[in-house]
């Protein structure tokens, strides 16, 4: 049998597939594994090149198969796809991963640590509960509003609804209906606390890395979308430019270009929503801010004068995300613009 030097693998939850090939690419294995042969099957084998789609515990084997020796490379699964033929099914998806993996022109994905998925493990549970906050706050808002209780608009506001939810003597809410509020007011307060919670873990986290600190300095960017850039972003030299990251990210115009016209329509929105949401809605208040106060940087002063707002912020967004691939890439803090003398 010859030598295998590359192989593809199509991971799932319990049953794996593995292509491999030699040097002249005639396939030698293609076989399944159960989930606890998957590290006994790679332990025996040569070092080789490794090539997996990145998808859910990707990350995980990724860590366990390269600490056995193997060169393993992470790919997007939309740039893997191309090279299934025919039907899908496991042996093909092994075998176009095989071969995705040895194209020279393939982009990768960083092989992220287990203190990175941490954090942004932290930051997706702490989106889940805002997500859950929002949905019980609305309710409250609606059923309150059937008896004639309201409150403005704002997530402070609604202490208000919680007092008349607590207020035995009002006589607006009955009683089995004020029963079925308490339980929601119960469950609003609770999670209220665990986002406090996981909020406090992450300040914590950004406190001691250096990297979040220094991306923590740029206009519209914060403690949480620093240390959520941070975790996301691996190395900063899989992309070879700002641009990238940002496009990386979602927030560059889609192209549909051809024959020399170049045309840009809105934004992609591939990539990651996360970043792109905290992104823009730091570039919001930004732009929020510099309306009421003035700012001293003339590119933001000039489209902010020209666009509207959320096209500005869609635009500081992209900036910021180019100005995070400098930090993170070069190091250094963010110095703000000087406005030119007259």
Not at 104 to 132: G, I, N, Y
Not at 196 to 211: P, V
Not at 288 to 293: E, L, S
Request: charged share 20%; hydrophobic share 45%; glycine share 8%.
């Amino acid at each position: 049998m010859n030598e295998v030097i590359t192989i593809g693998i199509d991971i799932a939850k319990n049953v794996f597939q593995v292509h491999g090939v030699d040097a002249s690419g005639s396939t030698v294995i293609r076989k399944q594994l159960k989930r606890r042969q998957v590290l006994a099957f790679f332990k025996k084998l040569p070092a080789c090149l490794v090539g997996m789609e990145a998808c859910g515990t990707a990350h995980y084997w990724a860590r366990e198969i390269t600490a056995l020796g193997h060169d393993v490379r992470l790919m997007p699964p939309r740039y893997v796809k191309p090279y299934v033929k025919r039907n899908k099914h496991d042996a093909a998806d092994a075998e176009a991963g095989c071969e995705a993996v040895t194209r020279p022109s393939m982009r990768f994905v960083a092989v992220k640590s287990a203190e990175q998925q941490s954090v942004l493990m932290v930051h997706r549970t702490r989106d889940l509960l805002v997500r859950q906050r929002t949905m019980l706050v609305n309710a409250l808002r609606s059923h309150l509003a059937e008896f004639g209780a309201v409150a403005p608009v704002g997530l402070p506001q609604v202490r208000k609804l919680l007092a008349v939810i607590a207020d035995k003597e009002d006589q607006r809410i009955p009683s089995l209906a004020r029963t079925c509020l308490e339980g929601l007011a119960r469950q609003l307060l609770s999670l209220e606390g665990e986002i406090t919670d996981a909020e406090k873990l992450i300040h914590g986290w950004h406190r001691g890395n250096e990297d979040s600190q220094r991306l923590d300095t740029i206009p519209g960017i914060g403690t949480i979308t620093a240390s959520a850039l941070t975790a996301s972003i691996t190395d900063p030299q899989v992309f070879a430019s700002g641009r990238m990251m940002a496009a990386w990210i979602g927030i560059v115009p889609k192209q549909n270009s051809t024959g020399g016209k170049h045309r840009l329509g809105r934004i992609s929105k591939q990539g990651d929503p996360y970043l792109r949401r905290l992104l823009v809605a730091g570039a919001l208040s930004v732009i929020k801010q510099a309306r009421w106060r003035g700012t001293t940087d003339p590119w933001l002063a000039n489209i902010i004068a020209t666009k509207p707002a959320k096209v500005a912020a869609v635009a500081l967004a992209n900036k910021n995300a180019r100005v995070a691939w400098v930090l993170l890439r070069h190091g250094g803090t963010y110095r703000p613009p000087v406005a030119p003398a007259a």
